[in-house]
């Protein structure tokens, strides 16, 4: 008999699906990360800490501390780029925030979002606050990372197409089995605190553009705090809620699989499959952005030469991050065709201060912007993928194709990336040789004793910044 890959009671045992994930998740934290998964579990926290120190910055963020201030708090957790110590549950919130403030963090296609920002920070507080070393923290992290994972292939693309923001949804997942794993929970007890976070996931894609997106992340990681925290002093819930009859599967995609969650992976996990930003916008621009930029470099196009650019890119985006006249830096990370002008101006798309309310409105690239058409393929279309056509006045189309969703073989080559972007990122914010002690010290993360030593590194105030030269 043939099984229904939407019906989880097919699956070859009599457990859980939920259950099946959990013990699937938690065994990557029972034992030694393998080298590549350490290697890629610490890219993540340097890549993050990057993101979140600059991210602190953002006024969405300075207004969460406000309301940290203002509701006090059990000060055992450390805010990135702040004197203040707040609860775990605060400083989850505040550091996802802050962590996906400029969308410049990273992304996984199978969780659909960005698992790091929603994780990374629930581990973090619990780690803080319970004196974990970062040996615990990095496998924290990483079964968080495939929990998020399996999860998102579970729901399936048609939850994100319905409307949902994988990394407020999915990311609440991942991030109470993080948690879970930090206080020692059971597997009963982490499958019970999944179902306390899960109740409380939310996040729509009508607010890409806002200062919700990136509270999104905040929230996913508040919510597995939560979760473990009252699943670990006797709070019921549901401990099946993904296939739950009326749970969260059937609740917000029609078209669960089972099968896919449980499905074995290139390289062992989807920690292998994360996909880390060199630009600072939504990533569903990236592959037009690098497509665009290749070819002008390539056959020496300037502005004025282009008739018109087409970009062929999957139906998704059209839902994703095709605001057609943004008019504000937030709406321009998520605008294909304002991207596609910047990367034809040799704009800097590396630099979050790219994406300010100024460049959108910018006479020149909004002339551009209208010459850019944007075509939606049929189903199948490649995720992360475009195809590119450039006509300038002379008669000429150029052609290429990029796609955006393969990472990174070279690890090595990636860390000298990530590098080079944390230390673009921290320096003007804590200065360069601040800067040059954390990234030393998240390169031997799993050999801290206690993982505050790495928080107090990113809250308190460092040496000078440097700034530009006037």
Not at 169 to 192: I, K, P, Q, R, Y
Request: aromatic residues 4%; contains cysteine.
């Amino acid at each position: 008999m043939q099984r229904d890959p939407q019906d989880p009671s097919a699956l070859p045992t009599d457990t859980t699906l939920t259950a099946l994930l959990v013990a699937r998740a938690t065994a990557l934290a029972a034992r030694p990360l393998d080298a590549a998964a350490l290697e890629l579990a610490r890219q993540c926290v340097l890549d993050w800490a990057g993101v979140a120190l600059a991210g602190a910055q953002e006024p969405l963020v300075q207004m969460l501390l406000a309301q940290a201030r203002e509701e006090g708090g059990k000060p055992v957790a450390s805010l990135v780029g702040s004197s203040l110590r707040v609860s775990p549950r605060q400083a989850a919130l505040l550091n996802g925030a802050a962590g996906h403030a400029l969308d410049y963090d990273d992304a996984n296609v199978a969780a659909q979002g960005h698992v790091t920002a929603a994780v990374l920070p629930a581990a973090l507080a619990l780690a803080q606050a319970r004196g974990a070393d970062g040996d615990a923290l990095l496998r924290a992290f990483a079964a968080g990372y495939e929990m998020a994972g399996m999860v998102g292939q579970y729901l399936g693309q048609a939850h994100y197409e319905r409307g949902f923001h994988g990394t407020a949804t999915v990311g609440s997942f991942g991030a109470a089995c993080a948690a879970a794993v930090l206080m020692g929970l059971d597997a009963e007890t982490t499958a019970v605190a999944l179902g306390i976070a899960g109740t409380q996931a939310g996040g729509v894609k009508a607010q890409f553009g806002t200062m919700c997106k990136p509270l999104h992340a905040g929230k996913a990681a508040e919510n597995g705090v939560t979760g473990a925290q009252l699943a670990a002093r006797g709070f019921t819930g549901c401990a099946a809620l993904l296939e739950a009859p009326q749970g969260f599967g059937a609740a917000t995609s029609p078209s669960v699989d089972a099968q896919a969650a449980l499905a074995t992976l290139t390289g062992g996990s989807h920690l292998h499959n994360n996909l880390f930003k060199y630009h600072a916008a939504c990533y569903g621009t990236h592959a037009a952005i690098d497509g665009v930029r290749a070819l002008c470099v390539a056959h020496g196009v300037a502005p004025n030469d282009i008739e018109g650019i087409e970009l062929d890119v999957e139906p998704g985006a059209q839902r994703m991050c095709d605001i057609l006249r943004p008019t504000t830096g937030l709406q321009a990370k998520f605008s294909l065709r304002l991207n596609a002008a910047l990367a034809v101006f040799g704009e800097d798309t590396a630099a979050p201060a790219t994406y300010s309310d100024a460049t959108a409105r910018r006479a020149d690239l909004q002339a551009l912007r209208d010459r850019v058409q944007v075509r939606f393929m049929p189903e199948g279309w490649p995720r992360m993928a475009a195809a590119v056509r450039i006509a300038t006045r002379d008669g000429r189309v150029l052609q290429a194709h990029h796609d955006s969703s393969l990472p990174d073989a070279d690890l090595a080559h990636q860390r000298e990336r990530l590098v080079a972007k944390f230390m673009a990122l921290a320096v003007p914010v804590v200065g360069r040789p601040r800067a040059l002690e954390i990234e030393r010290a998240i390169g031997a993360l799993e050999h801290m004793k206690d993982i505050g030593t790495l928080m107090s590194l990113l809250s308190q105030p460092g040496n000078q910044p440097e700034r530009a030269a006037p």
